[in-house]
């Protein structure tokens, strides 16, 4: 078999710049896993509200009350280009997720040994993940997920397997934050590689919450990949009404630390859009797509929550009350019929007569 010799250096400097410092080589390994938390500036260990964020941290998996299907484009430098599918499935005993992911790298012209061309040759990785999430108690969740990545470049090919495992928690905070979480994951524990050395571990801690009527999501990371510095990552999501969201997120390692994202959301549809300047090196653009479905009480939750973010406090009401039609035990269709009660019953009592 001929030994060949390609120049990846170029390709792997400008995606490593993308995934951040202490990435090395393992660019789709350690670039932000969604739209959504490239957006957010790769933070999102301690979300836990949707199938990405579960992939930082695979204890977020537990807190998902509906199914969930994705799928996410991401045009990078250089022609450089990585897509996903996904999908995360909720149970009675936790919630169980599976993600394929590809970096194509495109053509390069390679070399043998002898330095004779082999014209132009083609270069990807894959990634496989099976992960499952679920709650130990009202307050706490935890999980794990199993990843194989396979890397080809020719006719030559390596691959390796790795755990990640995480803890998410709801922690006491002032009222004027709503469900903070502390998020931890260890990810990339090797169990065996094949052709050199693994990617590097990596371990995050994250804080999440939401405040001003859940308008406003806040997200802050540190990150520290083995051997390296802690590389601070922070986000905010601003949500008008229900139907557009509004991200802004901050990487410290990038030439240019800030991202910026939209999304859209029509009934369970969503589209998302993220862009990643990276100085002289060009921008990235990142669109995604989510399904979600099952749970009919969540869904008229998060349409009440929708209702309630535009201040149409009647008809959040009416959804409150049909999510706990569907589902009388639904805590927080509870919580938030009381709050929308309140709100309707201040707005007619300060309306002129």
Not at 130 to 138: E, K, L, Q
Not at 314 to 339: C, G, I, Y
Request: charged residues 20%.
């Amino acid at each position: 078999m001929k030994k060949i010799g390609v120049a990846l250096w170029g390709v792997c400097l400008a995606v490593g710049a993308l995934a951040g410092e202490g990435a090395g080589e393992w660019d789709l390994l350690s670039a932000p896993p969604g739209v959504r938390s490239m957006a957010l500036g790769g933070a999102g260990t301690a979300l836990g509200d949707d199938h990405a964020s579960g992939v930082l941290n695979p204890a977020g998996l537990g807190r998902l009350s509906r199914g969930e299907a994705t799928f996410a484009h991401h045009e990078g430098v250089e022609s450089i280009e990585r897509d996903s599918l996904g999908i995360a499935w909720p149970t009675e005993k936790g919630t169980w997720a599976g993600r394929w992911s590809r970096v194509d790298y495109g053509t390069l012209p390679g070399l043998d040994s002898a330095g004779n061309s082999l014209g132009e040759i083609g270069a990807r990785e894959d990634w496989y993940q099976m992960a499952g999430g679920g709650s130990f108690r009202d307050r706490l969740w935890g999980g794990i997920s199993l990843n194989h990545v396979e890397r080809k470049l020719h006719d030559q090919s390596t691959a390796g397997a790795f755990v990640d495992v995480g803890v998410l928690a709801r922690i006491a905070a002032p009222t004027i934050f709503h469900e903070a979480r502390a998020g931890f994951s260890v990810r990339r524990m090797g169990v065996g590689w094949s052709g050199g050395e693994g990617p590097p571990r990596e371990m995050r801690l994250g804080l999440a919450t939401g405040v001003w009527d859940e308008r406003v999501t806040l997200a802050a990371d540190l990150v520290q990949p083995q051997g390296g510095d802690f590389r601070p990552l922070a986000g905010i999501e601003y949500a008008s009404g229900g139907a557009a969201f509004f991200r802004l997120g901050y990487d410290h390692s990038l030439e240019s630390p800030f991202t910026y994202g939209l999304g859209f959301r029509a009934g369970d549809l969503s589209l998302d859009y993220a862009f990643a300047p990276l100085g002289d090196l060009g921008n990235t653009h990142h669109v995604g797509i989510a399904w979600r479905f099952g749970n009919p009480a969540e869904a008229y939750y998060e349409k009440g929550m929708d209702y309630f973010r535009q201040e149409d406090f009647a008809r959040a009401v009416v959804s409150f009350n049909r999510a706990l039609a569907a589902d009388p035990h639904h805590a927080k269709a509870l919580l938030k019929l009381r709050e929308a009660n309140q709100k309707l019953q201040k707005t007619w009592n300060d309306s002129p007569r």
